[in-house]
């Protein structure tokens, strides 16, 4: 099975207009987006928390957690992301993908724009 690798701009919500260029492998199947803790706080993106992680191997990490701002073309979306640590991979998660209004085909392991739908619109609240 291949791989889906793409570059996106990371950037810190308080200062949009500073980002840094990121290499992912797009991982659907990742909850949260890996990058580097360098960039990270490069950008001034601070930790909020702290994660435990399962490896795939049954072993248990902790990583530090913050907010990031996400832009792919014309999309931005804020997401969740895991700082990395040295030997971690980039990964882009389900929730980046998610805020830029991204899906993942899993067989031709191409981006697919996902439809956007508010729910709730059109309800009058007043009848």
Do not use: H
Not at 16 to 45: K, N, W
Request: no cysteine.
């Amino acid at each position: 099975m291949g791989m889906t690798v793409m570059e996106i701009e990371v950037g810190n919500p308080a200062n949009p207009e500073v980002t840094e260029r990121v290499e992912f492998l797009v991982d659907s199947g990742a909850i949260y987006s890996v990058v580097p803790g360098p960039i990270l706080a490069q950008l001034g993106i601070k930790p909020l928390t702290t994660q435990v992680f399962r490896l795939a191997n049954g072993d248990k990490i902790s990583r530090r957690k913050g907010v990031a701002m996400f832009k792919y073309r014309d999309r931005i979306g804020g997401a969740d992301v895991v700082f990395g640590e040295p030997g971690d991979s980039n990964l882009l998660g389900a929730f980046t993908l998610e805020a830029l209004g991204l899906g993942l085909d899993p067989l031709r392991r191409e981006l697919l724009e996902l439809p956007m739908i508010l729910g709730g619109y059109g309800y009058d609240r007043g009848a």
